[in-house]
Structures are given as C-alpha cells and as structure tokens.
C-alpha cells in the first residue's frame, strides 16, 4: 500500500508525555505536567455543569452548525453568524484551510520556529514550505513580505507565536496587512489571546473588514480549558467561511463540546480571573528566572520559553524523573525549555527541581 509520497518523510506531532504514562514509567506518585499549556485550574464551575446536564443526550448527534453556539459567540466577538467556523480545536481549522485552498506547488510562509502543524498540513497537500527565521523570537514581517510570490496562497502568524510567547504589536500588523497582496490569504492564529495584557497587542477580530483576506483562529482549549473536549474556531468573511466549511466534516464537535463551551463562554469572570492568575504565575517565575541568570523570551500567552544554558532534552529528561513534564526539542533552540504557567505551588516545585537539575549537571560537567 503506497502512500502520497509527501507524508513518507513527514514527522508524527508529539504531544507533552502523559501524566499517568510518567508515573507508570518511573514509578513516581507526584507528577506536574506544565508541557502543553493547559489552563492549571481547569475549566469554569458553569461549563462543568453544562457538559453533565447533557450527559443524558450521548446518543443524539450533536448540531453539525453548532448554531446556538455560533449565536452566542457572534455576539461576544460582535460579528455575525456567517464569519464563524468551528472545528475539533483550532487545529483542525489549519487543516481545513490547507484541504480548501492549497494546491501541489503553491506556496506557503511562516517563522522557522512556530507551531509545527502549519507544516505539517501543507505538507500533507504538497504545498512548498517558505520559513522565515524569528528575529529575538518574533515574526520578521519584512522578511517574510521579502518572500512573497506570485505562488503565495496563505501566511501564518502565530500571535502570540508558539514556542515563543513572543506577539506582533498592533502597529507593526498593520503595516504587514497592508503591504500583503490581496490575494494571499493570512491567518492570524490567536490561540492565547484571552491571556494577552500587553496593550501593544491587537484584537485581529476587529481587523476583518479592513482586511478581508485575514483570517483568524482561536480556541476554548486554552484559557476556557476545555482542551479534551477540542473545539476551536476560525473567524473569517463568509466568502471564506463557505469555502472553508465545503470540506469540514459534518458532526465535527461533539455536543459536550459545544455545551461546554456555550457556558464557558457566558462566564468572563472566570476568564478574567485565570488571566489574572496566569499573571501572577509569569512574574513568579521570570523573578525565579532572573535570580538563577536565565534568559526567557517575554511571556504573553500562558507559558514560557527558558535558556537552562543545557541541552535542553537532557534538562527535560531531569525534570521528568522528579515529576515535572516539560517541553523540549525545538530545533532552532536547543538549550531552551517551554515551561506552562502552573498554580504558584506548580510553580514552586518547577523551580525547586530545576534548580536541582541545573546543580546535578553542572557536578556531572
């Protein structure tokens, strides 16, 4: 059985280590996982209880338009129903852009260092990977314009940028939208932007009329924390949205799914109180950082990318074997962790065990 030649090669995307696969390995009875930016407390009291009162419709299909949900997430984001899309987490959104729009050669650009399933799902349908290098840890927009061609389907910017927490300031966006060809789709990934306090930051939502190639992702996996449920959204023009939905699946969000996130949603106090402590949790560990001489890149979503001046796989070998489950491996930066921002006591033992990891390697050395 032969595959697209295209996939031969392309890498299995691998999610941070399992809790109970960590403790089963290493016989531990404590462990913390901080590796895939889960929300540390969890989803709201409100979406909890809406996902229970719908146990009893486990049978029934859930709503393919996912209309009431739709409603009431245009009216918080003060658009209409017809600019929304929902998928099974905002990465399913990546993969059906890529399905609707790409054809073998077109061209695709983004960092060097970002969220791997942009290229993975151009890979997949044989679109040409354009990667610009990160400047200090952000996009370069002028070097990723300088790379524009009349083969240029879709640019991606993940803002804030994965691994690297670093944003693109409203400005700066600005200037990049308006010098991008109208022809070429670019998708503004906002997975972390309920976490986002920098007032340089910008809300791609409001920037859709004014630029109706632009298209934007976000995610209730994240802040909401309802990640094991899956269910993100992309915002776009309808032009784009119909296009997009001819390849969605149908029944691609479950109704828990949906009911939970329609509670989540009502509930911005919760919201606004996770982004406070998630706050709190970036200044603790920036000071620890600055104590032990660490160089972190700025902080906007809800982690943090570290130089541990280590091979970085080594360092997360370390921590594993205390009961910390970091992520490491970044090509492109191979003394650098990506640390969630935990509870302050997560926190804490992140901090206690690294130090120790640090002080057994510097020993070995």
Known sequence: MNPKPNIVNLPVYKPGKPIDEVKKELGLEEVIKLASNE???????????????????LFLYPDGSAADLTAALAGHLGVQSENIIFGCGSDEIIALICRAFFLPGDETIMADQTFSVYKSNADIEGAVTIEVPLADGTHDLDGMLARVTDKTKVIWICNPNNPTGTIVPHNALVKFLDAVPAGVMVVLDEAYFEY????????????????????????????????A????????????????????????????????????????DYVAECRRLNGEGIAQLQEEFQRLGLHSFPANGNFIMVDVRKPAV???ESLLRLGIIVRAGHRLYPTYIRV??????????????????????????
């Not at 776009?236 to 989540?264: C, D, Y």
Request: net charge negative; aromatic share 8%; charged share 20%.
């Open 229 to 268: 449920l899956r269910i993100g959204y992309g915002v776009a023009s309808p032009q784009i949205i119909n296009l997009i939905n001819k390849v969605r699946e149908p029944f691609n969000t479950s109704r828990l799914a949906q009911a939970g996130a329609l509670a989540a949603l009502a509930d911005q």
């Open 314 to 316: 080594e360092v997360f």
């Open 196 to 227: 986002v306090t920098d007032e340089s930051y910008t809300d791609g939502i409001k920037l859709l009329e004014q630029y109706p190639n632009l298209v934007v992702l976000r995610t209730f996996s994240k802040i909401y924390g309802l990640a």
């Open 39 to 57: 929300n540390p407390y969890g989803a709201s009291p409100s979406a909890k209880a809406a996902i229970i009162a719908d146990l009893d419709n």
């Open 340 to 365: 969630t921002v935990g509870s302050a006591e997560q926190n804490k033992a992140f901090i206690s065990a690294l130090e120790q990891t640090l002080s057994e390697q510097e020993v070995r050395a």
